[in-house]
């Protein structure tokens, strides 16, 4: 035991306050202890007491009865949103209780140090009483945060049998805090990493969400990688280790995909770069071929398998639906062609119509991963701003059916058109041509050019309609067909 003051917020201090008053025992425990040690600012802060979750509740004005773990939460007045509800936990043991006849009466134990024992890490196994500005460290926690070391509290084989989540919990904090496994518990992972099959995929996409949101997500993978885990994350990326690309690239497929992700975690990108970053050329293994004209490797489709691999994967973790979207939509296009002397505005256009408006500047930074990841320079700043200017002009055309000068009503007033699927091809007929010269965006000619449209048969005017998202349909299907047809010759 030891004194030493950390710097405890007073709506913390006086919660602790609170129980102490009444007679028990009152410790902030975990994370929060951690990251005061390590002078980062806690995520949310625990107390851990002798008190059963009655006992809390009847201390409290406004409470609730959180979870299984007998965990309260308890409402404050504080203003900042980190603690607006602290979280009260009795003194546990390790889950014994799921197996007893009494869960609610036997599962609590009677002091901090058996609490502390059913821990995770030795680092976050620290307790500090703020009243007498008590720290309380038996397993060498303090010691573990100086050399910036995980470790587990006992037996590492046995700690991940109980719960194989805590090798996830290894992985994401050795990303968020810089810090190495222990050699022990890195080989207890290796050993155990098949008790992942048991762990919900909710919680595998939350621990990985986080360690991609951290400053070392390379790093971080990398070592799941080494310690064979990766398969229970994402099985598909280890399809790429070791497989080697073509000349342009100075590494293999996994090795760029790690540093792609660096990169956009250097440049604090969001989520869903990062991920379109890690993900981009996961169809390259599945789509390589040996050139023997071009004395080379190369991946064709690997765009579009690598779209549909990242669909399955996100839908698989249970990520929700807008960001399988967005990430799908950055794997597909990243190929885009972007050499500003060669490019058209058309083109251009069709870039944005494709990965849509939204996400166009996330394209770019996707781009920009992946050139960094190749081991090439940074794209000279004069072209990535002859390129930008084109999007930024390209940007004022219509790229979208709502940009047009004319509405689904509209059309309907000028036509004797009725409310249907014909309005809908009406307007895609419209945006393709205007793609093409968006100096037809007037009303004269779109109006003009409706009452053209509308006299056409469902047949044709389906065929124009949807003539764009036919094509890119076509291009992803001859892909995916040529792609699976080669696999069966081998
Ligand atoms: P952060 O708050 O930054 O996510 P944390 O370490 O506080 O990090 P929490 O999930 O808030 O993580 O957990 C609080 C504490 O509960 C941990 O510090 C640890 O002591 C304990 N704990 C959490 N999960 C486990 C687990 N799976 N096994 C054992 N102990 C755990
Ligand atoms: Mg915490």
Redesign the pocket.
Known sequence: MTEKELSVPKEVTALANTLRAKGFEAYL????V??LLLDRE???W?ITTNARPEEIQALFKETFYENDFGTVGVVTESEDTRLKVIEITPYREEGKYTNARHPDEVHWAKTLDEDLK???FTI??IAYEPHEKKLVDARGGQDDIRRKIITTVGEPGERFQE?A??ML?AIR?SA?LDFVIESKTAEAIAKNAEELKKISRERVRDELTRTLMSDRPMQALGVAQKLGILPHIIPELEEGVGIKQNKTHDFEVFEHLLRCLQHSADKKWPFEVRLAALLHDVGKPATRRWSDEKKDWTFHGHDVVGARMTKRILQDLHFPKETIEKVVALVRWHMFFSDPDLVTLSAVRRTIRNVGKENIELLLNVRMCDRIGTGRPKEQPFRLRKYMSMIDEAMRDPTTVAMLKIDGSRIMEVTSEAAGPRIGWILHALLEEVLDEPKKNTEEYIENKVQELAKLSDAELKKLGEAGKERREKEDEAAVKKIRSERHVH
Not at 29 to 32: D, S
């Open positions: 425990v975990g994370g929060c951690r990251d806690p995520k949310d625990d059913r821990r995770d976050n196994a719960d989540l805590r919990r904090l968020e």
